[in-house]
């Protein structure tokens, strides 16, 4: 079984910054793609930054220049500066990993953790 755990959501004032964090854990012979979603009140859930196992990224156009992904092992971490009343959503963690003995790669999210960016 696999399980991805975020840490780091809060309440912030415009212009804050806050780090999230997300570990795997369980079952895991290999972690491909990493990322960060958010859905806001009343919104879909939207794509915020992708890390490849290469430590490629790609951001969402809304956050560039102001959030970076990185990863670490077994971890993914979304550092988030510059903060607007706009990134209020809950954030979660996504990872694509294959188990060992498995034959394909599986995709798995997190449990999501609130942020909340208001003055």
């Known amino acids: 079984q696999v399980q991805l755990v975020e840490s780091g959501g809060g309440l912030v004032q415009p212009g804050g910054s806050l780090r999230l964090s997300c570990a795997v854990s369980?079952?895991?012979?290999?972690?491909?793609?990493m990322a960060w979603h958010r859905q806001a009140p009343g919104k879909q859930r939207e794509l915020v930054a992708t890390?490849?196992?290469?430590?490629v990224t790609n951001y969402a156009d809304s956050v560039k220049g102001r959030f970076t992904i990185s990863r670490d092992k077994n971890t993914v971490a979304l550092q988030m500066n510059s903060l607007k009343l706009e990134d209020t959503a809950v954030y979660y963690c996504?990872?694509?990993?294959?188990?060992?003995?498995?034959?394909?790669?599986?995709?798995?999210w997190g449990q999501g953790t609130q942020v909340s960016v208001s003055s």
């Open positions: 996504y990872a694509v990993v294959r188990a060992p003995l498995a034959n394909r790669a599986y995709d798995y």
């Open positions: 369980g079952s895991v012979a290999s972690i491909y793609t």
């Open positions: 890390i490849n196992s290469s430590g």
